[in-house]
């Protein structure tokens, strides 16, 4: 396999939702561990009172006698070498196996980049359902309200992120998120003690962010509120006093017009939703019973469902079984790793996890297993293509916010096309799990949108009767809202498909094609 890069070979938990589990286990594990430390503490404080105790009595006793040898000579003797005892005791570390746990497992906590990712991941949640800060901060995700929330802590990291990655109104909204989540929630002495007053912090924050988008006003103001929440604060204070000098500097100084800011919420179009659909130019109702392109088919006809003729796009119903899809599910769950994308010009043998997909997954061969084998049989008869001209399945898992920005699935260009190089005539999207909320399959220049059902495969043609790609296949796996989506790419290959799928002159020919098409007739 190729070689993976160093940056690559991490773990990436928000790319999936395979991993979830572990990691609450490993939660489960560090608040023990912390309960050990805590026990460990208390013996020590036992043995400190009880040992404060005895000394006291002893005390009394050498007050007594102490001008008598027997007490003189026991004091003398306790004070040579007690209390060096006890400052050995009191130096003794406590609680060092629990430390050294946590120290053991510190490379399997989420890092840096997974945070990047799930902030990431939110971030484009929210753009492309146009979800407002402060509902999803409350629970309310697209329309429905979940039973839990954000607390002021984690909108702060979710600011501090969109600082740092410059999308400044979007940090404004979720400070004030924090700063609504901090005040539902009341007095946290106890989280206090532990990282400092949260509420000055998402000031401090606010006051960045204002800086940066050039309110000086607004900056000044947001630190002052900061420092009124934290008064002792030197950070804070020195940051106010260098605003405060830049804004003396400044004043007169017209500020630099605005750049054009590049959105990239284009990767993932506004109807992920299936909210903006229309309705189709279909002359009539295409709902059918497939039972032309295999003989085995008039037993077992399948049901088709067809949502577009040029480009030809179907639904294919109860192509996976439970049992099926939990098997494949299942045997790929050890081997899926962060995804990447084919590229004709990458360099071969590089693997560089995409930013334009996020999730895992692993390849396996048509006859991996009896789930794979059943399911490659029925898609050949399904589709009437020949299924020796495929790549491999390709299982995914989606995580947090988890999609596949807008893109066409075919490789070569015009001027690389019929001139022996293979390209993808056919993708076929198998769902294997019904996805609670979002995640649907969007078509943006079809108007369509596909949501995930368990067992049903979306299939369409990439190529057109002449082999040449057809542009309004662009689509976009859309962020995932709730739960975790689970599927299968399939391509079929060009090459060898020229039996089963011949050029034809136009539509009015389809009778010639041995492929499903055939269904227009
Ligand atoms: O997950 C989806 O809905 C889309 C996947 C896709 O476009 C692909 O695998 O090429
Ligand atoms: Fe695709």
């Known amino acids: 396999s190729a070689p993976v890069l160093e940056e690559d070979k991490k773990q990436r938990y ?10 609450l286990v490993l939660d489960d594990y560090l608040t023990s561990n912390l309960g050990n430390f805590a026990e460990w503490l208390s013996r020590k404080a036992k043995t400190i009172r009880w040992g404060i105790y005895q000394m006291k009595k002893r005390h009394l006793a050498y007050r007594k006698h102490v001008f008598n040898p027997f007490g003189s000579y026991s004091l003398i003797r306790h004070m040579q070498s007690d209390w060096l005892m006890w400052q050995l005791f009191l130096e003794k570390p406590v609680g060092q196996d629990q430390l050294a746990y946590i120290e053991s497992i510190k490379s399997k906590l989420p890092q ?41 802590i984690d909108c702060l990291a979710m600011a501090k992120h969109l600082l ?7 940090a404004e909204g979720w400070i004030l998120a924090g700063i609504e989540a901090h005040d539902r929630a009341g007095y946290q002495t106890e989280m206090q003690g532990l990282r ?12 960045k962010v204002q800086k940066d988008q050039e309110n000086h006003k607004g900056a000044l103001q947001a630190y002052q ?12 204070f020195m940051e106010y006093r260098n605003l405060e000098r830049r804004v003396l500097t400044l004043s007169g100084i017209e500020p630099e017009e605005e750049e054009e800011e590049v959105d990239d919420i284009q990767f993932l179009p506004a109807c992920c939703s299936g909210r903006c659909e229309v309705v189709r130019q279909l002359r009539r109702l295409y709902c059918v019973y497939n039972h032309v392109t295999a003989p085995f088919l008039r037993l077992s006809p399948i049901k088709t469902e067809i949502l577009s003729i040029e480009p030809f796009v179907v639904i294919l119903h109860d192509m996976v079984s439970k049992k099926e899809g939990a098997l494949i599910r299942s045997s790929s769950k050890m081997h899926l790793f962060p995804s990447a994308i084919a590229s004709v010009d990458a360099p071969k043998d590089e693997y560089q996890v995409a930013s ?3 999730s895992k997954s692993v390849w396996f061969p048509n006859d991996f297993n009896n789930a794979t084998l059943k399911i490659s049989e029925r898609l050949e008869e399904a589709t009437g293509l020949d299924m020796f001209h495929t790549e491999y399945f390709q299982i995914m898992n989606y995580g947090l916010g988890g999609y596949f920005e807008t893109h066409i ?21 198998f769902y294997l799990n019904d996805v609670p909320q979002g995640g649907g399959t969007h078509f943006p220049k079809l108007n369509l949108t596909v949501f995930p059902k368990a067992g049903s495969v979306l299939f369409w043609y990439n ?5 040449n790609d057809v542009m309004n296949t662009l689509h976009t796996g859309c962020p995932v809202i709730v739960g975790s989506k689970w599927v299968i790419s399939k391509w079929i290959s060009d090459m060898g498909q020229e039996l089963k799928r011949p050029c034809i002159e136009s539509i009015s020919n389809v009778k010639y094609l041995n492929s499903a098409e055939k269904l227009l007739i």
Not at 196 to 207: D, H, I, N, S, V
Not at 225 to 236: G, K, N, R, V
């Open 112 to 152: 840096d980049h997974d945070f990047f990712d799930a902030a990431e991941g939110l971030r484009k949640l929210q753009a492309t359902y146009m979800m407002a800060t402060n509902d999803v901060a409350k629970g309310l995700l697209d329309g429905v309200q979940y039973n839990s929330s954000l607390a002021s």
């Open 225 to 236: 509120t900061a420092l009124q929440h934290s008064p002792h604060d030197s950070e804070i």
């Open 164 to 170: 740092n990655e410059w999308w400044l109104p979007e």
């Open 14 to 23: 928000s790319r999936s939702v395979v991993t979830m589990d572990e990691l």
């Open 356 to 358: 334009s997909r996020t």
């Open 463 to 467: 190529l057109d009767f002449k082999g």
């Open 409 to 429: 699935d075919t490789l070569l260009s015009n001027e690389t096309r019929f001139n022996g190089t293979r390209d993808r005539i056919a993708t076929t999207l």
């Open 196 to 207: 400092g007053p949260l509420k000055a912090e998402l000031y401090r924050t606010q006051g």
